[in-house]
């Protein structure tokens, strides 16, 4: 038993790397599980384990992935003995490595045929060959025909050891690791043997030379397997692991398009935590009922006389927040990013309104809630993108239009450098704003040197805000957003 | 009667077997998850889409194994005072009157405040006692003497907090209550608990690891047509495979709300009231409204019809 649930761990493992989140309670269920239901009935373990360890439709689907992947020994090993069943056409020796069996059952196939029909086994068809059948004199070659599966496995783990598998990172160094392990278990002895017995050119040889060469690439396949097995197990999640890492240190304006969808990943991972911390808050919310209870206990000092009333606790309000988006050019790096990043804020928490501007204010809540996320960032970019930047205008605009939105529970932040092309700033309204709204938040993509520097506004801006923060990366950004639910709520 | 269930719940197959019995066509994965439940003695989280028969598993295993079924069904705002248990108020105030007026009973003769208080001690509290608690679904589910299957229907409904008073109940079959201490479930008792969900909003992982998840789908066309033919049994077989088709390639179009088992069930009983042989396209388009719940999805079939139609004929001729 200790076996399998060694072998359940090694699945779990193999699942978290997969995303699947398996807690150890989990596990524990899991193991129970086979305790219970055993390893016999492939589809009931699936059906079972499915169960017990993936807790939604999507970790399902990747469940049913690793699971076919994972247990593939299991299916191979009935396939492999109805095989050698009905070894009518002499199976190699190490057949069982192999379930389909095809390249050295063929070329076997010869030799088997003379005396097809009648063999009871591999022996027996190998008996039957006109010529006394040679002995492999290598090392490797006697454990590979020696129809020792179970050494040949433990010989590839050892090897797999001896030349550090685990620490195995990228997937371009398979080949690498694969090659490693033959020589490790002896590869060139095994080359030179068949080498030789090829230059030697008898019956006996050849038949002993292709069988060599039939077994070795069956290993090499197997060796191949092991290492992938190694590589799943290992290096995809520390892999994973440090790409995040690197991504979220990484400046926002020098992320490459292709990295996009990892920094959406996590850009959507944040927005959840957000919202997770979020909802928290949202739980002492409850309705104005009378708290029956408390009332009574309270009340009983007074003789039972219910005049303290005591009511559930009161409701707090969510943040309204509000966002604006520079997007002209001298920031678009950052700015489609910070769409990004506004994006998938929407996404999870409601009451964001998002607005872009180079020169004149749009409101893009709309579209953010109409289009997925490609569409929402180009079209915000072609309707509002890269002009040139005039902060007076935008703070003028959004006096007009979105001022009398703004009350004591708004939060709105502004994403730009305050690089006004030497207009007029127009502080005096960002000033309204802030006395109007709870927080007014000013997110500057450029370190604070550069703040004052050629016509950069931002000495100006800065005072008119509640908070002014440099964030040029993901982390900042985490920082600021998890601030600003603190605060607010 | 456990020896009976033990039997009830053998394997997996066994499980199929009785469900049919009961008139609910089950797949294999339902049935394994029974089956994990009963012997795990874990709860059961189901999620899916509406219809498919969450709630009916629940019910069908209650009556299967002869247990009464305890039902609490989920909205917003649901408390520990509607789920769990609750004071009888009326009854501890009038307590308290009853023991205002024989204080001087209690008392007679006591000497000093403080031998007053010890015999007001050795009276006795009863105040917070099992006497004036009310017990509601959850607490109910753990008293049952016989055990029962306590059906938590539609918990994404409620608010989150509730999650958290489910926990303790989910995984330890037992609730605390401050006044009085810890009811545990009678052992080799414990309810057999299900849950269920429409996903209108995530669950937590605090909850859902400590269930057994299963996850029912729409059922494939075989399946189906097992399952009207066990509701609807003077369905003819001709017009079942026909409706069936009909409604599995309704599936497959973009529609606000695709009609779930319990609609091809309702539409089967429909059609054999209007002694319907066979679909022809005027006939859906009469009934459509049973199976659609939306005018704006009855539009866009219609426009669609006939070809739907004759495709559902020629596919079950």
Known sequence: MTQLHDTMVDFVKVLRTADVKVSPAETLDAMETIDLIGFEDRQFLKNSLSMVLSKNPEEKETFEHCFERFFTFEKFQPASSAQSEKSQQDQPDDGEFNPEGDPSGQSNGQGGGQGGGQGGGAESAEQELDFEPRDPTSELGQLLLSDNHIEVLIRIAEAGRAVGVNQIVVFTQKGLYTRKIMEEMGLKGLQDEVADLQEDGGRPEMHLARRLKNSRDLLREQVRDHVEKQFFLHADESGKQLREELLKKVKLSNLEKRNFKDVQEIVYKMAKKLIAIHSKRRKTFKRGQLDVRKTLRRNMKYDGMLFDVKWKSQKVDRPKVMCICDVSGSVSNYSRFLLMFLYSLAEVMPKVRAFAFSSDLGEVTKLFEKNNLEDAMAKTMRDYGNGSTDYGQMLQDFKSNVLKDVNGKTTIIILGDARNNYGDPHQEILRDIYDKAQRVIWLNPEPKSAWSVGDAEMKKYAPCCHQAEVCNSLMHLERVVANLLRVTT | MAIQNEDRLKDVDVIQDNFESQNYICSLEIATAVFLAYHLEKPVLIEGPPGVGKTELAKTTAELLDLPCIRLQCYEGLDESKAIYEWKYGKQLLYTQVLKETLGEILDGAKGLAESVDKLHDFGDIFFSEEFLEPRPLLKALKEEESCVLLIDEVDKSDHEFESL?????????????????????????????????????????????????????????????????????????????????????????????????????????????????????????????????????????????GLTNRALKTSQ
Not at chain 2, 214 to 240: G, H, M, Q, S
Not at chain 2, 242 to 262: G, N, T, Y
Not at chain 2, 275 to 304: C, G, M, P, W, Y
């Open chain 2, 166 to 306: 489910l926990l303790e109940m989910l995984s330890d079959y037992q609730l605390s209550i401050p006044e009085i201490g810890t009811v545990k479930a009678i052992p080799g008792k414990k309810p057999l608990v299900f849950l269920t969900s429409n996903n209108t909003r995530e669950i937590s992982d605090a909850l859902k690891r400590r269930c057994l998840h299963l996850y029912i789908p729409f059922p494939d066309a075989n399946l189906e047509r097992r399952i009207v033919e066990a509701r609807v049994p003077d369905i003819p077989p001709r017009l079942n495979h026909q409706l069936v088709s009909f409604i599995q390639e309704l599936r497959e179009m973009d529609l606000k709300k695709v009609p779930a088992i319990s609609e091809t069930i309702d539409w089967a009983r429909t059609l054999i009231l209007l002694h319907t042989e066979s679909l022809d396209a005027d006939l859906v388009r009469q009934t459509l409204n049973v199976i659609l719940k939306f005018q704006e999805d009855v539009e866009s079939v219609q426009a669609e019809l006939q």
